[in-house]
């Protein structure tokens, strides 16, 4: 046997320990595959084109910054898991150098080895990427509102992207292992099993600064949210302060729980509680960088999964412009729409036609001298009663501050109208009047103008005497808007290709919701595709870093357990007392993540008039489910081996 067949066979000889590190390296892999095969995807920029030159940048972008995000994980990563393993391998290393192996020839077979293993993870990961591709672009495809589909393509750039990237990436990880064998002694390196550990200890003063610090980094962001303080130091400030204090809950306050735990008697003396509790304080201070890193890089998918959802909902698109079409029709002294009725009656028409159930109102603003906008009482009444919203009452003299963007509404529900009365002076300055202002609206109504005032019909007659310019505003409400791109379509068509070519300006405007949502969507599916596969492969991370730890004390678990099986531990107990410490590994970090994540989403729904309780539920119950699954994988993985070596 040659000294690589040494190395290779190393390799499959700790397949245990190195299957999660080559499954997740295979896992990374196939993420950058599927940002390299959307990137040289010969229609999908085509597609984005079509609707905004913006989005095409903001694509191309998206992607790039993603495949860098996930390269630098992925090394961040390699790195953790190779020193787990140097770690772990300590005296098997110690030992191959008592029997005459250079330190040299140490580094240059863990360098073989990585590169076996990187060359495999390669080849899985591009060959899976291939073989769901399809797959990938038609899930891809539905994301960015891609009408026709993106196509199947063979993607040779992509494939020489990613093994020329991922082969570089475990070279220059492989170099580095060389770096950390050069630590420690032979001797240090054959008892670095047998060396004892220090009872942990916690500080009282930093466990009750974990929580202090987490609860202020809570009211920082929800004040950021609740009040409008748009600081980005505030929401910074208030992130940061979660993530120290995460550290310390970990570090500290779990350590300093468990130690008050183990002197109440009636709890610490309680059945296996005495071998449960005693190893948890081991457990908690040995791994708690390993807690806080998941619970960190959990809550960050979490979080980034969730808000792209919110953003692409249709709720976000209606919250800005509530109706489905707007027909605009300028009546001017020298521009007059002659097709306003033909074409209204085109619109109800196709509608009917399709199934589309509908309501429609219009209203015709004024402007005063100070670029005020007037609308009639009785118009805003029928544009809410279509919008399910409730009527309005003004005396003479009296006004209604209308929002008519989210940013307006906020400040609006934040600060109120900002003031009890506004001078109003009609266009011509022939005349004022100083307005009471009753209330501010808590719905945009009007989505079109600036600073909008609701007032009488005969406060709007009077400021309306002598204006020649009547823009008409023609509003449908449909229920299900979000179904009508085949009728945007035709509509668009035969309205703006209608008999117009005699005219210097076009007297008339429509618009649709689906329209500004379809391109909404495409930027927000870009996010994402980019958030939910970097999310994916942090969660990905995240359960190996579990993995990686839960092994590393394999060797010392299967000692501890067979001195306790010879004074009468049975399997029953020794399965109850594993499931504990198992499930405090897998689901403390995650339900620190969870609470993490519902303050942020929380915050979220501040900002938006749906509800985000539905992705959120979406979210949180598919990682669990995953983590589950592979929770009761373990554990029988776990037990059996521990069956076959203690019992």
Not at 2 to 9: G, K, P, T, V
Not at 317 to 341: G, R, T, V
Not at 369 to 383: C, I, M, P
Not at 574 to 592: C, D, H, N
């Amino acid at each position: 046997m040659n000294f690589r067949q040494f190395a290779f066979n190393n390799v499959f000889r700790n397949k245990r320990t190195y299957v999660a590190h080559f499954l997740s390296s295979a896992f990374s892999v196939m993420i950058f595959f599927t940002y390299a095969l959307l990137a040289f995807h010969p229609d999908l920029r085509g597609a984005i084109v079509s609707n905004s030159t913006m989005l095409t940048m903001l694509g191309t972008m998206g992607m790039n910054i993603s495949q860098a995000i996930v390269f630098v994980f992925s090394f961040l990563f390699l790195l953790y898991s190779v020193s787990a393993f140097i770690k772990l391998r300590k005296k098997e290393f110690g030992i191959l150098l008592l029997l005459g192996m250079s330190r040299k020839q140490l580094n240059r077979m863990l360098f073989i080895e990585n590169i076996v293993i990187g060359a495999a993870a390669i080849l899985t990961g591009i060959f899976v990427g291939v073989v769901f591709s399809k797959l990938i672009l038609l899930i891809c495809a539905t994301l960015l509102a891609v009408e026709h589909g993106l196509p199947f393509y063979l993607p040779g750039k992509a494939i020489l992207l990613t093994a020329v990237a991922y082969l570089a990436l475990f070279i220059i990880v492989s170099a580095f292992t060389s770096f950390m064998t050069k630590k420690g002694t032979l001797a240090e390196l054959i008892k670095a099993e047998d060396k004892p550990k220090p009872e942990p200890k916690a500080s009282v003063l930093l466990s009750l600064l974990s929580a202090l610090l987490i609860l202020l980094g809570y009211a920082a962001v929800l004040i950021f949210v609740i009040w409008r303080i748009l600081s980005f130091a505030l929401l910074f400030g208030g992130v940061l302060l979660v993530i120290i204090g995460t550290y310390f809950l970990f570090s500290q306050l779990s350590v300093y729980v468990i130690r008050a735990l183990k002197k109440r008697p009636h709890i610490f003396f309680n059945r296996t509680n005495l071998l449960t509790i005693s190893e948890l304080v081991y457990r908690m201070k040995d791994n708690a960088v390993m807690f806080f890193m998941v619970s960190i890089i959990s809550a960050t998918a979490f979080t980034g999964i969730g808000t792209s959802l919110a953003i692409g909902d249709p709720g976000l698109a209606a919250m800005k412009n509530p109706y489905a079409f707007s027909y605009i029709s300028f009546n001017e002294s020298d521009l007059k729409n002659n097709f306003e009725q033909e074409h209204i009656r085109l619109i109800e028409e196709t509608l009917r036609r399709e199934g589309f159930a509908y309501q429609m109102a219009s209203y015709t603003p004024t402007y005063t001298q100070d670029g005020f906008e007037l609308v009639k009482l009785s118009e805003y009444n029928r544009l809410a009663s279509a919008l399910g919203y409730d009527q309005e009452t003004l005396q003479n003299g009296e006004t209604l501050a209308a929002p008519s963007s989210i940013s307006q509404n906020s400040k609006y529900k934040l600060e109120g109208a900002g003031a009890d009365t506004v001078r109003m002076v009609h266009f011509e300055g022939s005349r004022e009047m100083t307005m009471h202002v009753k209330k501010a609206l808590p719905h945009i109504v009007i989505p079109e103008g600036n600073q909008i005032y609701i007032v009488t019909d005969s406060d709007y007659d009077m400021f309306n005497a002598g204006n020649l310019m009547k823009v008409n505003y023609v509003e449908f409400v449909v229920p299900k808007w979000h179904d009508t791109r085949a009728v945007t379509r035709e509509l668009t068509a035969a309205i703006n290709n209608g008999d117009t070519n005699s005219m210097q300006y076009i007297p008339f405007q429509l618009s649709a919701l689906v329209t500004q949502w379809v391109e909404s969507r495409q930027t927000n599916g870009i996010l994402l595709i980019v958030s939910g596969l970097v999310g994916i492969v942090f969660f990905t991370f995240a359960a190996s870093f579990i993995y990686f730890r839960l092994y590393a004390d394999l060797s010392r678990d299967e000692e501890q357990y067979r001195m306790i099986s010879k004074v009468g531990l049975s399997r029953k107990e020794l399965a109850k007392t594993v499931t504990r410490q198992l499930g405090l590994m897998f689901f403390l970090p995650l339900l620190v993540a969870f609470i993490h994540s519902s303050v942020a989403f929380i915050a979220l729904q501040q900002l938006v008039d749906f509800s985000v309780v539905s992705h959120t539920l979406a979210i949180f119950s598919s990682f669990l489910v995953v983590q589950i699954i592979y929770f009761f994988v373990t554990r029988w993985r776990y037990l059996n081996h521990l069956y076959q070596k203690v019992m």
